[in-house]
Each structure stands twice: as C-alpha cells, then as structure tokens.
C-alpha cells in the first residue's frame, strides 16, 4: 500500500464508513428487463408541465440512461450509487430539475465544463510557462462557470484582460499565445484572431491567413489581418500585459511593402461600436445579442459537451450565410435572450426530445437515435473511480483524494488517448484503451480486493444475497439493473463464494462490467 | 559506399518525352544539368506485393526543402547554407545531412513535389491520402490503403502502426476504423498493459463474462454495431492476440543491440525508426514515424537544424540497416511533409508554407535508386518546378511498386466508387 493510499484510508475512516445502507436498499431490487424502463415510481402523479414526462414511448432512454447521460456530460463521471439512490427517491416529475440542481451545486460541474470549454479557447498545451497558466485560466473559468455568470461576460473579460498572469487568471487567455522563440513580444495577434474566430464565433477564418480563400469562399486575406489588429496593441510591461498605441503591421500577398493594417470586423460592422480601446471594442462586437453566430457557436460547444457530438458537425465551423438547423437557432435565440445563462442553456437542451431520444432500437419514426459516442478519456477514467466507490467522489472529499484522483487520470488518460482539441469528432475504439482496461493498473487496483477502498470488495461483503450484490454492481458501474440473463450468469459465478474467492469473483464482475461496451461509450 | 546493383533499371526513358516538351514550352533556362539527364523510374524485378511494405518517415509541420534536400547553393535564397557532396555526381545535400551523404545512390529524390493545399491539416490530409479534403468522403491514407488491398499475413500485432503521432495521424477514412494506424508513443517504453494480471482460465471466465454483458447492450441495436461504429469487441480480440504474441518483441527495441540503437540516435524518432525496422521485420505491412516540429515561420535555420539533427542519423541508419538485411528491396521508404518552405525568407527569419516545389525522399522496394528527380527555380520565384510530381502521382507510383492497381475501384459507404489513386504511375 502506497502512503498515499494510507492517507486516503485514514481520511475515509475519519469520515465515518456510513455507506452500507447504500447497497442494502432492497426497495429497488428488480432487474432492467422487468420493467424500469421509465422508472417508474407510479406512485408519483404525472404532470404536463415537466419536459421528461411524456406518454410511454419506446423511442425515449429510461430515466436512469438519461442521469447517466446527463452526469457524464457535465460532471465527467457516471453517478455514484449514493446519487443513483438520492435520484429514485424523488418523485418522478422532479427528476430532470433536480438532478441537474444537484449537478449545478456540484464543484465537478465548473471544472468538467471549464476544461472542456478551455480546450477551446488556449487548447491543451502548457505553454509559454514564464508567463502563461493554464491551470489559472481553467480554475477562474470554472468559478465563473459554477456562479452562473452570463457566458458573454466571461468572454468579455478574456478578450480585453490586463495586468498579471498570475493574479488576474484571464490574462493567460492572451499570453498563452505569446511564443518565447519569437522575437515579437506580446501575445501573438494571429494566434489570437483565429482563436476568437473559431473558439467564439464558430468561423474558421484563419485559413486567409496567407492568402485569399481558394475555394471561393468569402473570406479575404484581409479580413483576417484587420480581425488581428485589434490585438496589436496587447503588450507585455513589467506590470503584466497592458495596452499600448501599437499599430498592427503586415505584409500581404504580392504587396511590396508592410502597411498598417486598420482593426474591422469580417462581418456585421455596424455592430462594431466606435468608443473603447480596441479589444474592448472587439468584445462587444463578438458578443453582440444580434452577433448570432456567438451565440450558435456556443449552442453548438454545450451540445458537443452534453452529447459528446455537436449539433453541427463540425464545433467551431457553422456557416455564416448558409441556413444552420431550426433547432440551433431556437436555441441561440433563447440563450440570447436569458442572457446568456448557461444553465438555462443544459436545462433546454437536456429539455429537447433529441437529448431523452434512446440509443437502441431500430424504427425510431425517422428520427434520429441518440449518438453513441466513446467517452472521452477522462471520462472513462473518472467513472472507473467513480465505480470503485459508493459515495460520491469528489463533492466534498478532502483535497488529497482529489490529488491522488488527477495523478490517477494522468497516467490513464495518456495511455487511453486524449484527443487533445478535436475531442468531439467521432471515433471507434482502439487497442491501446481496450489493453489499458484490461490489464492497466487503474481498474486492477480500483476492483482487486480491498475491503476499505474498493467497492467491488465492500459490495460482495456487505450485500445481503448474491443478487443484491449483482444488483448493486451493475448499478454502480452501469447505472442499470442486470437483466435477468446477466443476474442469472453472475449468481452463478458468486454462488458460495467466501472472503479471498468472493473479493475474486466480485473482481472479475467489475472487470467483465468495466471491459464492456456499454461502459466506455456514451449511450 | 558502392551501391550494390540488385536491379536491372526499366523503363529509364519512358517519361522524358513529356518532361522535355514542357521545359521547352516554359523556357526553363535555370534546369540544371542532373534534372535534365535523370527520369523517373522504377526498378521492377519485385513488382508483386509478397513480403513488401512501406515506412514513412513523416516530418510534421513542413521541412524546408532549402536547409534539405535542395539547397540552391549558388543563390540567395539561403544564405549561408552548407552544402555536401554525396554519392550521386553533381548532387549536393544541405549541411547537417552528411551522414545520407553516401547514402544517396540507394536512394532517390524528387525535387519537384506539387501539393494543391497549402494548410497544415489539409495538406497532410492531401499527402497521406493522395486526395483533396472532400466534405463528402474521409479518404484512407496510404497505408490503409495497403492494409486493405493485401493480405494480413501471419501477423498478430497490427499491419498499420503509427509511431509518435501528431493530432492526424494515418487513418482509415471510407474503408473505416479496423484499417486506422495502432499509434504508439516512444518506443523507449514497452507497450504497456500487454501482460494479463490473471491466470489463463480466469482470464476466460472473464472473456465469457464480458460476453454476456456485451449481449444485453447489443440487444436491440444494430447488429453491425461493432464491425461498423464502436470496434469494441473487434479491438478486444486484436488485443488479446497481441497479448498472446510474441511478435509484440518487435516493439521492444531494447532487445536490439546497443550499438544498432546508438547508430539511430538518442531521440525519440531514432527509437521510432529502429522500431519501425523491427515491425516491418517482423511482417507488419505500413508504419509511419512522426518528427515533428518543422514549422518554421520564425527563426527557420535554427528550427529545421535541429530537426536535421534528429533527422539525419535515423534516416541514415534506417536506409543502411534496411540494405544491409536486405530489406530495402521490398521496403518502400517515403520521407517527406505535407508541404516545404517558402524560397524566400519572411522579415521573421522564417519560411512560410510552400507547396509548389518541395521534396520527397523515396527508396526501396522497386523505387529508381541514385535518381534526383525535378529542379525549383534557383532564383525562388517560380511556382512551376521542373518536372512537376503531383502528390496523387506518388501515391500511384508506391502503390504499382506494391503490386496494386492504382486505377482499381473501391465502392465508398456513399455508394461512389473511387480510385486507389486518380494519379499516374511515374515511369
């Protein structure tokens, strides 16, 4: 046993182990082909009012796929069994509110979100360490993010930030562009105007940066140049970045000469306001109510984040004078007018029957199915924890549990395979995540018998018959009952089974449960 | 070094006839005399496809054909610039090669490569797969290609490798993701997790186990599910006959000698490059090594010589280890980027992206050897080169060198039969 693992098991016996009830919950003992496919707590009236109730219909997932969808999606794990029991207690009719309720006050909420989101505006990399801190940026954002500030006031502040790196975290926006091998000090006006054209507006109008568009397109050399003079004069001082006279200067294509080149907008100019210093400027242009394209590109990157695929194929390209889906649009123009509240934003969505759509089942009226997608490697990583433990991992757990978790993920999601920016294009499996979940260290020692931390041993212990522990492993690894061929084959395999041997069969339950499809792809 | 003449050269003629009438019309007076006096050809004693396979030496980011292989000494378009005098008369490589030096009469060059995208992602998507970027259709790149027109062989570890990829790496478009490349980090480090952490029945246990989780999420889906989308299953039983292999030896270059892995270089594309001898030792058919790092549009000699110097002593060792195993006659090796540099230099000391006239190192496996192939415009301002090679000419040409018809039709999942190649095979 590590120290750290000491550690841990001394903060989870301070703690108080009070989670045995958890798996004694004989109320929901039943199997998923018997009939909770809609959950059903009958008790509870039905109302109109409530966008998950809807007439039995096959084509929707059961309640429990969509909390599994949903805690996935903004808290990058699967739900815990203590949440899964917190979720059927409550009447039916309230579960959609509530659930993301208790994901709103959840700290993994902000900082899932926020690393998703900062993927897009600074990318993965470290950078320029002297004078850019990634993790700065994606921890303010994820303040920002968990205190529901309206997402055009994040924005705002990243484009005009000032002052030092380290005390105002969205300065790093600017200065992770700055290259140390340039002779150029300061943020790199290029680097920037792409990141603000694809990240904010969904525009991919970097690719003029050296010449015009080749494939007739709209986009001139120069309007990317003029997008890039607003950010001429972001210059580093002593006092961190400041902003200066500086004039943006560049030489374009089968010109003599550099020229200054004057700061405009691509498009929609007249929403450009004339007072303010240029990025100011910039920022209530790109975030202007009638800037539609702002408020697409964000409807598209919070649907990429909830179904793991955006709604418009690609996540920072929706044209600009072609029409894009009604439903984008319904959606841009609610996010607008509630101010850009991103929690209203995931309540509409998670709203939409497209969210609650199954992902099985063939004749679905020529409607689409919910997308399977792999789970991006941390959120494998985070559920393969998430299952090893009954209680919620990381709501309130001390920091240490918290380090040991990212130190885990590290190792894991390298080998698993980060798709680094392009993390919602869609991709199959491969070998090296199917040999890291079989033979990797992460799922050996979160399920080998361990009767303090792991919860494939405590199950096996404290569960009162064999299907009960059945029961409560597919709930906390698969968020479903078994069906009744799979709690037949596993009583089978638990049947009389004693301490070594049954922490053994209980393993090899989690690493069947762990290995399979279902586990390792958004459904 | 002498060359050993394995092959009988074929063909040496065939294409000068074009080449002559198109200089003449463009009035190329700056042609260089081994341009002129050299076509294109393959050697084609091995032209059936048994045992052969490709290597591509993928440099990311765009390598300056001026501080390479096509240095212009006599201009000013890189100053200061070293040249060396290699084994091919009268040709010249830029400094920091040396070691290819007399290794260039197993190999040929061709100056004269023409992309049509000047984009980093569009361009290596144009090289890799010899297609334009098409929103209708993901093309696969070569080495899918490969994979999927020849047989597997008694392979149990994967055909198509990719060692240090960059974000795009080789892929298997249309023909879908069985064909995509097994990437892989340095191979300084085993191939991690290939032990299982059981005995071998409870190893079936499980595998049985797993069987009966998989059928109650299959249950209701599309039958096609794991062959056409997830590959989960797929990717399982590849891996357990990995597990079970002992070719997965030949990604342990740690059991190569030490004085065979210093010849490679202490970096991680040397590592790559023995690694990738190994594979294709072994049987496996396509590996492609990323060196990445060649965009250099700030400070251009600084960052492609370090480059070089990663580069030159892996390239040669590769080049020297396959000939002397005598593996280079069915080996191709490809060594290139998705575009080169601009002739002249920008006011940051760097070069910008140039895809009109770059070069491509090839060798092996049928290819011409000692040949330079095309001229650039010594004075940098023509996009026009000598001998212009299109890049889906290249992919034809290794593609007949592996035994294929390039003009063979695929049906693609949208029902439009496309082409292995729409270029020309280079004669």
Known sequence: MSRLNYMLLWLMLSAGMSSWWLVEHRAFHRTADSGDTHSGSDQHPRTESDPWIQPEDENLASDLTLFRRLCLGLTGTIPSLEWIRTFESWPHETRLNNTLQLIFEDPRYGDYMAERFARAFVGVENGPFLVYRRRRLVDDLSESIQSNQPYDRIVRELITAQGVWTSHPEVNFLTATIDPNNDKEGPDEVKLAARVSRAFLGVRIDCVQCHDDMFGNRWKQQDFHQLASFFAGAEMSLTGLVESEKPYEYRYKRKPETEVVPATVPFLPELLPQEGTPRERLAKWVTHPENLSFARTLVNRVWAIMFNRPLLEQVDSIPIDEPVPVLMDQLARTTIDHGFDLQHLIRTIASTEAFRRTSSGGETDGKELFPLTRLRPEQVAGSIIQSASLETVGVDSHILSRIIRVLQQGEFIQRYGDAGEAEFEARSGTIPQRLTLMNGKLVHERTEKNPILNAATRIGFLATDDATAIETAYLTVLTRRPTTDELNHFKKRLSGTHKDARANAMQDLYWALLNSTEFAWNH | ?427
């Open chain 2, 1 to 427: 070094m002498k060359p050993l003449n394995l092959h009988q050269c074929a063909g040496c003629s065939t294409s000068r006839r074009g080449f002559l009438k198109a200089s003449a019309a463009a009035g190329m007076t700056w042609l260089s005399p081994i341009s002129q006096s050299l076509a294109f050809s393959a050697e084609n004693d091995l032209n059936h496809s048994e045992g052969k396979a490709v290597i591509l030496l993928w440099l990311a980011g765009g390598p300056s054909q001026l501080e390479t292989f096509d240095p212009h000494p006599h201009s000013d378009l890189a100053p200061g610039v070293k040249v060396v005098n290699t084994s091919i008369p009268d040709y010249q490589l830029a400094g920091g090669l040396e070691p290819l030096a007399d290794l260039m009469d197993q190999v040929s060059v061709i100056r004269s490569m023409i992309s049509l995208e000047g984009d980093h992602e569009r361009g290596v998507y144009h090289i890799k797969s010899g297609y334009r970027p098409d929103p209708t259709v993901v093309h696969p790149s070569l080495g899918a290609i490969i994979c999927h027109e020849l047989p597997k062989g008694a392979v149990e570890i994967p055909n198509h490798i990719s060692i240090l990829p960059n974000q795009w790496p080789a892929r298997g478009g249309y023909l879908g993701a069985r064909f995509d490349a097994f990437q892989m980090g340095d191979p300084a480090d085993p191939i991690p997790d290939v032990t299982q952490r059981v005995d071998e029945e409870r190893m079936q246990r499980r595998l049985e186990s797993l069987d009966v989780v998989e059928r109650a999420f299959l249950a209701g889906r599309d039958p096609e599910l794991d062959l056409l989308q997830t590959r989960h299953r797929a990717t399982i039983n590849e891996a357990l006959r990995m597990m079970r292999s002992d070719q997965v030896k030949a990604f342990d270059i740690q059991l190569a000698a030490q004085a065979e892995r210093a010849a490679y270089g202490d970096t991680a594309f040397g590592r790559g490059c023995l690694a990738a001898r190994r594979l294709i030792e072994t049987g496996v058919r396509c590996v492609e090594v990323t060196l990445d790092g060649w965009d250099s549009h700030v400070n251009n000699r600084e960052t492609q010589a370090k480059r070089i110097a990663t580069l030159a002593p892996a390239l040669s060792a590769l080049i020297r280890d396959l000939k002397d195993r005598d593996l280079l006659r069915r080996t191709v090796v490809l060594c290139g980027g998705e575009f080169g540099r601009t002739p002249r230099i920008n006011p940051l000391e760097g070069r910008d992206h140039w895809p009109h006239g770059f070069s491509f190192l090839v060798a092996g496996g049928g290819f011409a050897k000692g040949r330079v192939i095309g001229a650039t415009d010594p004075a940098g301002d023509s996009k026009e080169p000598d001998h212009p090679v299109r890049v889906a000419d290249l992919h034809a040409t290794v593609q007949h060198l592996l035994g294929l018809d390039p003009e063979k039709e695929i049906i693609t999942p949208i029902g439009r039969p496309l082409a292995l190649s729409d270029g020309r095979v280079l004669t």
